[in-house]
């Protein structure tokens, strides 16, 4: 029985892709220790942003740039493609000092990866090669990219090896342009656990691929802390969002989201603590209801208190 036990566990560690041995080889730890190095609790270096389309208000994007610097935002995040102008887009940047870190792709729902008509599958991959191409022309790093969809109608293996396929058809772009494709974790009925975000961007064995993590879409049926710990290096870029299991019960799913930062049930203490552990450093975008001046103000001071945690 013994015996038995420790085959089961070795088979299990090997459909999941070796994510947890693969983990230390990255030098990322799973838990928290008390041999931890000192550094590992030093305060992180994180960048604060928002998603562009959170800026409310009758104002030219120059005028959200300035906007935003103004309210001590490290940086902004754009979507891509984009009916806006690129070059006022640049422009903006330049005026205002505010830097573009990046762009999410604006296609990736509509016209999916895992979709069965390869012709839509081809208007996604068109649109992540325009979207690396603003990213890079923009002085951005990375594009976040939902890799898949599944439901009643595509099947949970189809839309896994059909995203990858399609995802590699762009990766000697994203190498050529030195920006990355990091996949965010969503409510896709996809990428349903950490092991299995692991493996999935282990598999292209590529430094181009990586995860965006989004705190907030975890607590819904997991600890996002346990996802950070798990992923570690692989994580480049955070979301901030909040979700309240309380509001999910008694309202219905989606109005878990309906929360200020902060005032949900996200374990933000422990995920800073995560952060720190795997030496993370980087963007954290807000991807929250947005608004005007005195919204965006309040949005940044929860950021701040977020990260001092």
Request: aromatic share 8%.
């Amino acid at each position: 029985m013994i015996e038995q036990d420790r085959i089961n566990r070795r088979q299990f560690l090997q459909a999941a892709g070796g994510a947890v041995a693969a983990a230390h080889l990255a030098g990322a730890p799973l838990a928290a220790g008390k041999d931890q190095p000192a550094a590992a609790a030093a305060r992180l270096q994180i960048k604060k942003a928002v998603k562009f389309g959170m800026v409310k208000g009758d104002m030219s994007v120059l005028e959200k740039f300035k906007l935003l610097k103004g309210l001590g935002f490290d940086g902004v995040e754009m979507d891509s493609p984009t009916t806006l102008d690129r070059e006022e887009i640049l422009a903006a940047r330049d005026k205002s000092g505010l830097p573009i870190h990046g762009a999410v792709n604006s296609r990736h729902w509509k016209s999916p990866l895992s979709h069965a008509d390869p012709a839509v599958r081809k208007q996604c991959v068109d649109s992540i090669r325009t979207a690396l191409r603003d990213v890079k022309f923009w002085g951005g790093t990375a594009m976040l990219l939902v890799p898949a969809k599944v439901d009643k109608t595509m099947p949970y293996d189809k839309a896994y090896t059909r995203s990858q396929a399609e995802i590699r058809k762009v990766l000697p772009l994203a190498e050529e342009l030195g920006v990355k494709i990091l996949i965010e974790n969503v409510w896709n009925n996809f990428l349903l656990s950490p092991l299995e975000m692991a493996r999935y961007i282990d598999e292209f064995e590529s430094p181009m691929i990586g995860s965006y993590f989004d705190v907030g879409n975890i607590v819904r049926s997991g600890w996002p802390e346990q996802w950070i710990r798990i992923l570690g290096k692989r994580i480049v870029k955070l979301d901030i969002k909040e979700y309240s299991r309380q509001k999910r019960d008694n309202e219905g799913l989606w109005k878990g989201f309906k929360v200020e930062l902060l005032e949900g049930d996200c374990d933000w203490p422990e995920v800073m603590k995560a952060l720190r552990e795997i030496g993370f450093s980087g963007w954290a975008t807000a991807e929250i209801r947005g608004g005007g001046r005195d919204r965006l103000q309040e949005i940044a001071r929860r950021m701040d208190r977020i990260f001092a945690s």
